[in-house]
């Protein structure tokens, strides 16, 4: 299947590249509990590492097609897409060179603080039987990243993330380099979300979940985003 092979390059991808980035993005966020499809990977790299991880990509066969920040509707900063294509259907790298910033917040963070808020995780794909162990920012970290941005793939992201133990401070504190009614605003998003019925068809047949395992991981959500939002409120 088409699908597979582009999730097997992607998971073959991330072994053989240097092991100086931070995973962020879709398979960031599949290396908790409810792995979903993706063919883009997200990598934050270091400025001085940025040629030698666009020579590795090009060796395996990948074209550099961006190299700005202008072209992203969601990103600001220094950005370098590169693409391949498997039986004519794209997959993706994106490099964010030094840092990773929101056009939304303008909330900006630097490599090194994704580094230290990351950890070495075991990242899979929805059906590749497959996996990679990377460095992957961390539930928290992500969690905040996502808010910030607030697309509908990114709030799918938040409540499958909000299903694991999360320490809502940390989060918190993450948030605090954003403007303060940009991320109530975007809270306010996923809190009308969470309370749509026809977000349980779309959640749950990204993820592949019960109903079961839907409602305890909506159950969750409500509560760590209201805790979220609560503390960036008395701020």
């Known amino acids: 299947m088409k699908i597979?092979?582009?999730e097997a390059l992607c998971l073959d991808l991330l072994r053989k590249l240097p092991q100086k980035f931070v995973l962020i993005g879709g398979y960031a966020a599949s290396s908790f509990d409810f792995p979903r499809f993706s063919v883009d990977l997200d990598l934050v790299v270091k400025g001085k590492d940025a040629q030698g991880f666009a020579k590795a990509l090009m060796r395996e066969g990948f074209?550099?097609?961006?190299?700005a920040g202008e072209f992203s509707r969601f990103y600001k900063g220094r950005i370098m897409r590169f693409e391949k294509k498997v039986d004519s259907l794209p997959v993706s790298v994106d490099l964010f060179v030094n840092m990773v910033q929101s056009r939304q917040t303008d909330a900006a963070y630097s490599f090194e603080y994704l580094w230290?808020?990351?950890?070495?995780?075991?990242?899979?794909?929805?059906?590749?039987?497959?996996?990679a162990e990377v460095r992957v920012a961390n539930r928290e970290m992500l969690i905040a990243l996502k808010i910030n941005s607030m697309r509908m793939a990114d709030q799918r992201d938040i409540i499958a993330l909000s299903n694991g133990p999360i320490d809502a401070?940390?989060?918190?504190g993450h948030l605090r380099r954003a403007p303060r009614d940009r991320i109530l605003s975007h809270l306010d998003i996923i809190t009308a979300t969470l309370e749509k019925p026809e977000s349980k068809d779309s959640i749950k047949g990204v993820f592949g979940i019960s109903d079961r395992v839907y409602e305890r991981a909506l159950g969750k959500a409500r509560r760590e985003i209201a805790y979220v939002k609560e503390g960036i409120s008395r701020e």
């Open 116 to 131: 230290e808020n990351s950890e070495i995780r075991r990242v899979v794909g929805s059906g590749a039987k497959d996996y």
């Open 63 to 67: 074209v550099l097609v961006q190299n």
């Open 4 to 6: 597979l092979e582009r």
């Open 169 to 172: 401070a940390r989060v918190i």
